[in-house]
């Protein structure tokens, strides 16, 4: 092979990388994730994932073809029409599962401590959640779809909290509530 001919191809790779390669990783990026939308048949949320690699794919040679990887609503209804993509179409951000709950931890405070609830990272502490009785529970032990709902009926708790209130639940035996034993005692004494 000629130099002349190496340098034809280099270039034509390059041309082609340079036109092909982000529009398939920017496919890629946008539709991954998980994802809550109101299902079309039932009005209800669901927890969706689009095939980001099919999107991505299809993305090369023009717009993105949408279709569903898992839905909550599957194996029953694995055929459905998938109406719910024009909700990721229009507005693929704001469906996305970590989108809608750095959002609303956002400006929020911890009723335990008062702490600023900073965002939340993927390998950061992630915050939790207070419920009426005074349990805490992790965003991992929640099913996606139901996160709208826990969201309007819980209250924001930061990750030490989380943690000192799950520990004193589980080992109630070795926790000292400190606002019990001085109860009664003179400040002076103490």
């Known amino acids: 092979m000629s130099i002349e001919t190496f340098l034809i191809l280099l270039i034509g790779l390059l041309v082609i990388s340079y036109l092909v390669v982000p529009p398939i990783a920017g496919a890629f990026l946008r539709y991954r994730g998980r994802r809550l939308v109101t299902c079309p048949e ?3 949320t669901v927890a969706v994932d689009v095939d980001a690699a099919h999107a ?3 993305a090369a040679v023009g717009h993105p073809d949408l279709r ?3 839905c909550t609503r ?29 959002s609303w ?3 929020k405070y911890c009723v335990s401590c008062g702490s600023e609830l900073r965002e939340a990272r993927v390998l950061d502490h992630q915050p939790a959640l207070l419920d009426d009785t005074g349990q805490t529970i992790e965003l991992a032990d929640l099913a996606p779809e139901t996160i709208p709902a826990v969201l309007a009926s819980h209250y924001p708790v930061c990750w030490d ?6 520990f004193a639940r589980k080992h109630p ?13 003179p400040r002076q004494a103490m």
């Open 42 to 44: 039932t009005r209800k």
């Open 56 to 58: 991505a794919l299809t």
């Open 68 to 70: 569903l990887k898992t």
């Open 74 to 102: 599957w194996p029953e209804r694995q055929d459905c029409g998938q109406e719910c993509l024009l909700q990721v179409e229009l507005a693929p951000e704001d469906c996305l599962v970590r989108n809608i709950l750095t």
């Open 105 to 107: 931890y956002s400006g």
């Open 161 to 166: 909290c989380h943690i000192t209130e799950s």
């Open 173 to 185: 035996e070795l926790v000292v509530d400190r606002s019990k034993v001085t109860a009664g005692i």
